[in-house]
């Protein structure tokens, strides 16, 4: 399953396509609170992308661009986003993931606020499910090495 | 007026393309010309039942990404078909000639 | 105008379940995925034709987007599974 596929179609209809579904992908994270989507769905689909990538270009080609090391990087990030707002809205005087404090620093009011750092975690979630879902398909195809 | 009867028609003649290719592949002989039916019929169904609803809808933002759904459906169906008929080819299945039994 | 096209989607789910046949009964493993292929394309119909009947086109103009997306993405990782498995 790693090496690339000989087929002309397949490999430039992929190489087309990608951009637009990860663009996509974007769209759907940040009309979370307008229409079905949200972080995890976000997530979810821009690691379809990166497994489009890895059954049509090959898995060395794909690992130049997206290695390992930055895969377990950006499931940290996403993590840290997360868990920095909410201590962030504890520091500032509320409770855990309480956005409605944020307006201390932020410009804003209260309500303002509040979409605000929903925006911001639902963002750090897809980040954290795009990288895990790359790190357990590589894993997994080239048999644990 | 005109445009509700322009959807209605578009939409009757994408379920006729859909009935049809159900029916070839349930009956017909060989997995090859089972993979023509659907590939064929259900691309141009799609295609034209999604104009027909975006016609119905009117001229606004949600008729055009409507459109953006059939027109990557088009390009991305037949290419998923030419995957699995390859598929096929490298795993040594026969085309079926006139006069064998069904497979 | 609704029920046109609950008659419409009405007749798609029945497709559907002629389509199943072949999905369940299908002699090699190809002709399943064939199947199930074809009954993606109808469920992406029948979402935005009950987004039509609701009259909330835009929730679910997204949803069946994003069924096309993963229904192609499916079809490319099993048909490559498959030819590198080498027998059917």
């Given at each position: 399953?790693?090496?690339?596929?000989?087929?002309?179609?397949?490999?430039?209809?992929?190489?087309?396509?990608?951009?637009?579904?990860?663009?996509?992908?974007?769209?759907?994270?940040?009309?979370?609170?307008?229409?079905?989507?949200?972080?995890?769905?976000?997530?979810?689909?821009?690691?379809?992308?990166f497994?489009?990538?890895?059954?049509?270009?090959?898995?060395?080609?794909?690992?130049?661009?997206?290695?390992?090391?930055l895969?377990?990087?950006?499931?940290?990030?996403?993590?840290?986003?997360?868990?920095?707002?909410?201590?962030?809205?504890?520091?500032?005087?509320?409770n855990?993931?309480?956005?409605?404090?944020?307006?201390?620093?932020?410009?804003?009011?209260?309500?303002?606020?509040?979409?605000?750092?929903?925006?911001?975690?639902?963002?750090?979630?897809?980040?954290?499910?795009?990288?895990?879902?790359?790190?357990?398909?590589?894993?997994?195809?080239?048999?644990?090495? | 007026?005109?445009?509700?009867?322009?959807?209605?028609?578009?939409?009757?003649?994408?379920?006729?393309?859909f009935?049809?290719?159900?029916?070839?592949?349930?009956?017909?002989?060989?997995?090859?010309?089972?993979l023509?039916?659907?590939?064929?019929?259900?691309?141009?169904?799609?295609?034209?039942?999604?104009i027909?609803?975006?016609?119905?809808?009117?001229?606004?933002?949600?008729?055009?990404?409507?459109?953006s759904?059939?027109?990557?459906?088009?390009?991305?169906?037949?290419?998923?078909?030419?995957a699995?008929a390859?598929?096929?080819?490298?795993?040594?299945?026969?085309?079926?000639?006139?006069?064998?039994?069904?497979? | 105008?609704?029920?046109?096209?609950?008659?419409?989607?009405?007749?798609?789910?029945?497709?559907?379940?002629?389509c199943?046949?072949?999905?369940?009964?299908?002699?090699?493993?190809?002709?399943?995925?064939?199947?199930?292929?074809?009954?993606?394309?109808?469920?992406?119909?029948?979402?935005?034709?009950?987004g039509?009947?609701?009259?909330?086109?835009?929730?679910?103009?997204?949803?069946?987007?994003?069924y096309?997306?993963?229904?192609?993405?499916?079809?490319?990782?099993v048909?490559?599974?498959?030819?590198?498995?080498?027998?059917?």
């Amino acid at each position: 399953m790693t090496r690339a596929t000989d087929d002309v179609i397949i490999k430039t209809v992929s190489r087309i396509f990608t951009p637009f579904i990860q663009i996509f992908a974007l769209y759907v994270i940040m009309h979370g609170h307008h229409s079905p989507g949200g972080g995890f769905q976000g997530g979810v689909i821009l690691g379809a992308s990166f497994i489009l990538l890895v059954i049509t270009q090959g898995l060395d080609r794909t690992r130049r661009r997206f290695s390992q090391k930055l895969g377990t990087i950006f499931c940290s990030i996403g993590l840290l986003i997360y868990s920095g707002i909410g201590i962030l809205c504890l520091i500032l005087g509320g409770n855990y993931l309480d956005y409605g404090k944020l307006n201390k620093i932020l410009p804003v009011i209260a309500a303002e606020a509040r979409s605000l750092g929903i925006l911001g975690i639902e963002i750090g979630v897809g980040i954290g499910v795009m990288a895990v879902m790359y790190s357990i398909f590589s894993d997994i195809v080239t048999g644990g090495e | 007026m005109f445009l509700k009867v322009l959807s209605i028609s578009f939409i009757l003649t994408g379920f006729f393309f859909f009935t049809t290719a159900t029916i070839g592949l349930l009956r017909f002989p060989d997995f090859f010309c089972r993979l023509h039916a659907t590939g064929k019929g259900d691309t141009l169904a799609v295609l034209l039942s999604l104009i027909g609803l975006a016609i119905y809808h009117g001229f606004c933002l949600a008729s055009l990404k409507i459109i953006s759904i059939a027109v990557f459906y088009f390009v991305a169906q037949p290419t998923a078909t030419h995957a699995i008929a390859r598929a096929a080819l490298r795993c040594g299945v026969k085309p079926w000639a006139k006069g064998e039994e069904r497979r | 105008m609704e029920k046109f096209f609950l008659g419409i989607g009405i007749g798609l789910c029945f497709l559907v379940l002629l389509c199943l046949y072949r999905g369940i009964f299908g002699p090699t493993v190809l002709n399943r995925l064939a199947g199930i292929s074809a009954i993606g394309t109808k469920t992406l119909v029948i979402l935005l034709l009950m987004g039509f009947i609701y009259d909330r086109v835009d929730m679910f103009m997204d949803i069946s987007m994003v069924y096309a997306i993963l229904n192609f993405i499916g079809t490319l990782a099993v048909a490559k599974y498959l030819e590198t498995k080498g027998e059917v």
